[in-house]
């Protein structure tokens, strides 16, 4: 595996060696080819190639001819010309035994004896018999120097005609939510992006690697889940501290990271009481870091036919795996694992899949992952290493449900309450969670739509919320049972109320 100058210094030395064979493992034909040619160019070699669309030319220049038959034109030059060095381009039909691999097999014989390299450009497999004969090489897809440098080259030339706005911070951002692209792709979503935007911005980044889920066929357990551009949160900042502090090392390069044998964050478990902005969390994730959030139902992985389930986490890891860079939202966790505590040999399984890609992906992705009933959730979970952080989101204290009533005041009712009103409902409201101050809010807000906004006044709103009965009083024991989890076993999501 290698980037395009590691892979470009491993060629020239095979072609050196007078290797008979180099086996170039890639997709992208263009890439290649724009290699070949500096390596004619800085070897002084004459190299031949051949494409089907191109028939046979000299990469390093000159003019093309047709050909009828490319193994019998190679053959020839082999025959003729010793020392020689010939590509070709996508060649197919060499992955098994038969007449077409027999030839090529034929002609690396006649290579060794002249002296001569035979290049073949696939993507597919090689027979293990034409595979002996020399040296198998890959260039990988670009890493984030060449996205970088890609990117550049592309802002310098449409900077002039459209309004781009991207900085340095920007651009390398950008390559790294590219991560996964051929040349070609990135030039067509970078294009794309641009003339939709009539130029390109920050808020255009998270577009970039949101074109990635199109590349690759849907997977029904994991859906997209779309994050409102004016999502909120109030509240949550120890959260956010430290996602702010992540967020630095997520998109660090990978020479970075190896510099200091680090990885990016994994991602983080909030456990908490109900409707108190895990899920929303999870869309905050996106948000801030401009990615894009996959939401992924373990529980629908499982399938009464044998393998069928482990079948189908694979391709749903491998999914994950190629959309990367991105959030991925498992809600309520403990509901899809808590399977494999059952003597279910399939969940213990499906749950080991799940487990060792947690543990050993090197893919960018951010998982996180929200649980009501921490104790339904197995201890392997917890292993250090699975989950870079465990949070505890508790009922808001005093000041967030202030900031959340100001909030959905608002946005729903379109109104500036008096002070007076705002401290009457903070009081009223202790002991509710975020969905109970958003539900009391927009019930008021069906009132103002039916009856008209001059219907809505103090004393309506405060009734309103007084009907209210919150989960601390209908479940104390399940609030009390999750806080004392929460306190012992992970971190405040929420800075301490001041007494």
Known sequence: MGNYNSTKKEIKNYICARTPLIVIDSSERERVERMLKEISSELNIELLYYTDEKKACHLNGGSSRDVDDPLAFISQTFRKNRNSTFAFGDIKRISEDNIYSREVLNILYLAKETNSTLILITADNVWSRLASFGMLTTLDYPDVDERIHQINQFVSRYRSRFKISWDETDIRMAATLMRGFTEIQTENILSTTLITNNGLGKENLAELTA?????????????????????????????????????????????????????????????????????????????????????????????????????????????????????????????????????????????????????????????????????????????????????????????????????????????????????????????????????????????????????????????????????????????????????????????????
């Open 211 to 499: 074109q990635k889920s199109k590349l690759y066929g849907a997977v029904s357990c994991i859906q997209a889940v779309n994050v409102p551009k004016g999502l909120c949160a109030s509240g949550l900042e120890n959260l956010k501290g430290w996602l702010l502090d992540k967020r630095r090392i997520f998109f660090a390069s990978d020479s970075e990271l190896e510099s200091r044998d680090l990885t990016t964050p994994k991602g983080i478990l909030l456990a908490g009481i109900p409707g108190c902005g895990k899920s929303l969390s999870a869309k905050m994730v996106a948000k801030e870091w401009n990615l894009p959030l996959f939401r992924f139902d373990i529980g629908s992985v499982y399938d009464k036919w044998v393998g069928e389930s482990e079948k189908k986490m694979k391709e749903a890891l491998q999914f994950i795996d190629n959309v990367a860079p991105c959030v991925l939202w498992v809600d309520e966790i403990e509901k899809a694992l808590s399977t494999s505590d059952s003597g279910n040999d399939t969940g213990k399984r499906v749950l080991g899949q799940f487990l060792f890609w947690l543990q050993e992906s090197k893919s960018r992705v951010f998982l996180v992952a929200t649980a009501n009933d921490i104790s339904k959730l197995p201890f392997e979970l917890f292993r250090k290493g699975r989950f870079s952080e465990m949070f505890f989101i508790d009922l808001p204290n005093k000041r967030e449900r202030e900031d959340t009533i100001k909030y959905y005041v608002n946005k729903s009712l379109h109104k500036t309450l008096p002070d007076e009103v705002i401290n009457s409902l903070v009081e009223i409201s202790e002991g509710y969670s975020y969905s109970d101050i958003e539900y009391s809010v927009k019930e008021c807000a069906q009132h103002a739509l039916t009856e008209g906004d001059e219907a809505i006044n103090s004393q309506l709103i405060l009734e309103k919320f007084k009907r209210i009965v919150p989960i601390a009083k209908a479940n104390p024991e399940m609030v009390d049972r999750i806080r004392a989890w929460g306190t012992e076993h992970a971190v405040a999501a929420s800075k301490q109320e001041e007494k």
